[in-house]
């Protein structure tokens, strides 16, 4: 049986079952005793039948008293007093007149008990250990076992058991072991369907519980496709999606580890993507089944109607590049912004084929718009960030920026006029002059790294000139880009990394390097960009031509331009000549691809 139609149960859940359970008991048991005091011919008066009856009750007020001061149920606990709970009614019916009158209810109450704890087969197999008992019960009074007890009871001067035996005439008894087999199916099957959507109803909400704006969109995803996985007991997931109005189809790719599942990994984007991953189809879920040339395939369309002679035709391009036995391919929308397809491999799946899909389908849909929102939500954060600091820009620039100018010039005017003196102040007057226009460059750099960069390919080179030409405005030193290529395919987010990591570079270059002239070059190749910052100032402490992991391993070179060039998957270059100038050069591999929204 698939794992996922059981439902996990807390064992704070178990106890309140429990003690459910044994309210209901007690309560039965109180009602069959007024029952029979209102008519103790349904015990044929048997002193045995009301001893039975009595103890049956204390033992329902033990099992609650039990449960009371018992800090947990255990299953051997529960075992037991369902074994009891069968036992009882097939003692007690022996002294029933009748078809069992008012006892008929603790059959069926061991039955509710059942399905309640458990499930089907549990429920069914109380029926069928509770007619084996009756049945055995019968054979014994048949061969006179009930008559011999009488005796030996007459013999020590006892009440006998009066049994009544009707009941257990095979006409009689034949009918009440169908009532009760079909009642148990009844219960069984109806406990089932109850626990398979508690079951689903639980999962859909550990599944919503992963989707954390903190976590990010991609981190989101892995902890989804990583429950997907587990619930569904398959070793690999790829989730291939696509914006509306845009070309790109963005292919992850989540596998599981030895100890765990791995890292979700954005693969290289390729020109066969779409019809390999989002091939057109009319099935919404489906799964496929391989099985040599003949294929059997299982779908349904967005209404959850089965779809007839659908061909697996379209997944033959996913075939050539994955290894796998079944397949199950659910879609999905966000909001008709996105769109894609899950592809789960090698799934585990139990029980009817297509209220698995529908289960697929229905968890897909709850899910995908708590995705969406982290989306959003993330995008929200980022862009009212970028308003917030655009606001303290504007706040520095109309205030701090503009005072520190007024009292630099201020201070320059005194100066001047305490130079014509000889005054000794004239030198402090031009100290104080530098701090405030070092203060009011270190505020300028400020504002631009707080202002929000929206760079992308299109506007990359233009953004590299602005730049360069601003630099060389506000600090007097030779800055110039040259661009070896025409045009530049980056995603957006390297974009904006290679623009904050020129803008940390000049700004070393102002601070620590004494340069008078320094030249940006972006070049590429068949495999890489190519970002050259080259000074001619002092350089660096150190000498030489070190790699990124050089400099990692040796912890030198500049600490913020290591990390963002780290975050976009670069390789950084440093090369040194104290005295004579320093040169940086970050390569990035050309078409790489992330996830959207990162």
Known sequence: MFSRLRAPIIPGEVRRIERYLASARVFLAISALVAIWMDPSELGYSRWGFGILGLYIVHGIVVMLLLRFRKESTASFRLLVHASDIIWPVLVILFATGQGGPFLLFFVFVLGASAYRWGLWETFGTSVATVSLLWAESFAIKHGVAARIDEILTRHGWYTLSVRTAQFEPKHLFMLSAYLLVMGLLLGYLAEQQKRLRAERAIIARVLGRARVEAGLTGTLQAILGELLTVFGSHRALMASQETNKY???????????????????????????????????????????????????????????????????????????????????????????????????????????????????????????????????????????????????????????????????????????????????????????????????????????????????????????????????????????????????????????????????????????????????????????????????????????????????????????????????????????????????????????????
Not at 269 to 283: F, I, N, V, W
Not at 356 to 382: D, I
Not at 510 to 521: F, I, M, P
Request: net charge negative.
């Open 248 to 598: 790109r189809v963005f292919v992850g790719d989540l596998e599981t580890v030895e100890g765990g599942l791995g890292q979700l990994r954005w693969l290289e984007s390729s020109p066969t993507d779409r019809e390999t991953y989002l091939y057109e189809s009319d099935a919404d879920v489906s799964q496929v089944v391989r099985n040599g040339d003949n294929n059997r395939v299982v779908a349904l369309d967005r209404n959850g109607v089965r779809l007839r002679q659908l061909s697996s035709q379209p997944l033959t391009p996913l075939s050539k590049l994955y290894q796998f036995d079944s397949l199950l391919a659910v879609s999905f929308v966000f909001a008709q912004e996105w769109w894609g397809r899950i592809f789960l491999l090698d799934p585990t799946l139990g029980g009817d084929r297509e209220e698995e899909l529908r289960f697929l389908q229905e968890l897909v849909r709850q899910v995908g718009p708590a995705v969406y929102n982290v989306y959003l939500l993330r995008r929200l954060r980022q862009r009212a960030g970028a308003v917030e600091r655009a606001r303290v820009a504007r706040e520095l620039h109309d205030g701090a920026v503009q005072s520190l100018i007024a009292m630099e010039m201020q201070v320059d005017v005194v100066r001047r006029q305490s130079a014509i003196d000889s005054s000794p102040v004239t030198a402090e007057l031009g100290r104080i002059q530098g701090l405030l226009r070092e203060e009011v460059l270190k505020l300028r750099e400020l504002m631009q790294q707080m202002k929000s960069l929206d760079v992308d390919s299109t506007n990359f080179f233009r953004f590299m000139e602005d730049t360069v030409e601003r630099f060389q405005r506000e600090t007097g030193i030779g800055a110039r880009f040259v661009a070896e290529i025409d045009q530049l395919h980056m995603q957006q987010r390297i974009c904006r990394e290679l623009a904050r990591i020129v803008q940390e570079a000049l700004v070393n270059v102002r601070k620590h390097s004494g340069a008078r002239e320094v030249l940006l070059r972006m070049s590429a190749d068949d495999h890489c960009y190519r970002l050259t910052i080259e000074d001619n100032g002092r350089g660096f402490p150190f000498s030489g031509r070190f790699s990124h992991a050089e400099l990692e391993e040796m912890g030198k070179g500049p600490l913020v331009i290591r990390e963002r060039v780290r975050l976009i998957e670069g390789e950084l270059t440093i090369e040194s000549n104290p005295g004579r100038g320093a040169k940086l050069e970050i390569t990035v591999p050309r078409h790489r691809e992330a996830g959207y929204g990162q």
